[in-house]
């Protein structure tokens, strides 16, 4: 009977959610932001292809995929410290393989489903959604897609952003500094009309900031340091006060 009414539900559902991409764009999100919530990842999928499929805009179905990451997986959501939230409710505790490799399926399946418009999304839940991947160990491909979207917005980062743990044993620094470097090159393999001069000032601004974090490190090489701090050109920095205060605190 429970499994009738969970598949009746489900296509109730579907059909109001594809029938949103006829309605007007007035229509309230809520409702029917909640009702994807319910769904497993399949009908998730399966929905989602006809709300495309309907042509709406690739933003709001960027914040569909947001709102489901953040209900399924808690540390994509914005607040994610403060969300006490129990999803599983009273469920007995999951083996840990089974839930990481269900996370890396999650993870690997948004990013599949990501629209093509690299700003369908913001930067800070694509940042987040990238440290979920490493954590769970998603398959290479998807990490790189990641950061090829987070390339194109970079200026868009804060620094609480790129505070991203090095998940590898082989790191010697707590933070994955290699991963920002291969965000700034990326970011500046871009053509000169998306990176420009307010962009390029805002990355340099940001990457010092980074610098003067991961500076504290005791593992944080020379080599790695002067790879991040000189990957920006010169004219980036409108300043180099923030340049200077990540070399003194190096050196200290």
């Known amino acids: 009977m429970r499994a009738s009414s969970d598949a009746n539900t489900k296509q109730i559902t579907v059909k ?30 399966k929905t989602l292809s006809g709300i495309k499929a309907k042509g709406v805009q690739p933003d709001l179905i960027g914040s569909i995929i947001t709102h ?40 690997e399946t ?15 839940f694509m ?6 991947a490493n954590l769970v160990g998603a398959e290479p491909g998807y990490r790189a897609e990641l950061e090829k979207r987070i390339g194109h917005h970079l200026d868009q980062a804060s620094l609480e952003d790129l505070l991203i743990p090095a998940f590898s044993h ?8 290699s991963l920002v470097l291969r965000l700034v090159k990326r970011f500046l393999s871009l053509e000169e009309g998306i990176k420009n001069g307010t962009a ?8 010092d900031s980074y610098l003067a974090e991961v500076a ?13 701090a000189g990957a920006l050109p010169f004219h980036a920095r409108m300043t180099d006060d923030g340049l200077y205060r990540a070399v003194d605190t190096y050196l200290k």
């Open 110 to 124: 948004l990013v599949s489903v990501l629209p093509p418009e690299v700003d369908a999304v913001p930067c800070s």
């Open 68 to 107: 489901y990451a953040s209900k399924w997986l808690p540390d994509l959501h914005p607040d994610s410290a403060a969300k006490t939230t129990n999803n599983s409710g009273h469920r007995s505790p999951e083996n840990p393989t089974v839930s990481l490799m269900k996370k890396r399926f999650l993870v």
């Open 170 to 177: 082989t790191c010697g620094t707590l933070l994955d500094v």
């Open 216 to 228: 504290i490190d005791s593992g944080l090489t020379v080599q790695e340091f002067e790879a991040l």
């Open 16 to 45: 109001k959610m594809l029938d949103f991409g006829s309605a007007s764009k007035e229509m309230p999100l809520n409702c029917w932001f909640e009702d994807a919530c319910v769904l497993d990842m399949d009908y998730f999928v």
């Open 127 to 132: 940042l987040r959604l990238l440290r979920s």
């Open 200 to 207: 390029l000032v805002k990355v340099a601004k940001l990457t």
